[in-house]
Nanobody, 121 residues
């Protein structure tokens, strides 16, 4: 069974950091692009970062310079390191797998259930 499971979310103060993990089971991440998305209440899901199967990275303007995506194929896991977090980063964060890299929601076939990130003092 194909499954993606996110972890690492939580409550953090503005300016703080979190690292999200996306662990895959039932398939090998090596051949997939993995994207991170987020959805705030009342807003559409947006793509914020992606890493291709060969390690190319993509970032939305809103997170570039603050977030870093990486992958560890040996652990079948992708990470999103988030620094300088802002209240507007508050959202449910999802990871997803696709055969083609990009930040468009429609590219992705497999999705995790999400992890909540709340940035607040």
């Amino acid at each position: 069974q194909v499954q993606l499971v996110e972890s690492g979310g939580g409550l953090v103060q503005p300016g703080g950091s979190l690292r999200l993990s996306c662990a895959a089971s039932g398939f090998t991440l090596d051949y997939y692009a993995i994207g991170w998305f987020r959805q705030a209440p009342g807003k559409e899901r947006e793509g914020i970062s992606c890493i291709s199967s060969d390690g190319r990275t993509y970032y939305a303007h809103s997170v570039k310079g603050r977030f870093t995506i990486s992958r560890d194929n040996a652990k079948n896991t992708v990470y999103l390191q988030m620094h300088s977090l802002k209240p507007e980063d508050t959202a449910v964060y999802y990871c997803a797998a696709a055969t083609i890299p990009g930040l468009g929601v429609s590219l992705y076939d497999y999705w995790g259930q999400g992890t909540q990130v709340t940035v607040s003092s």
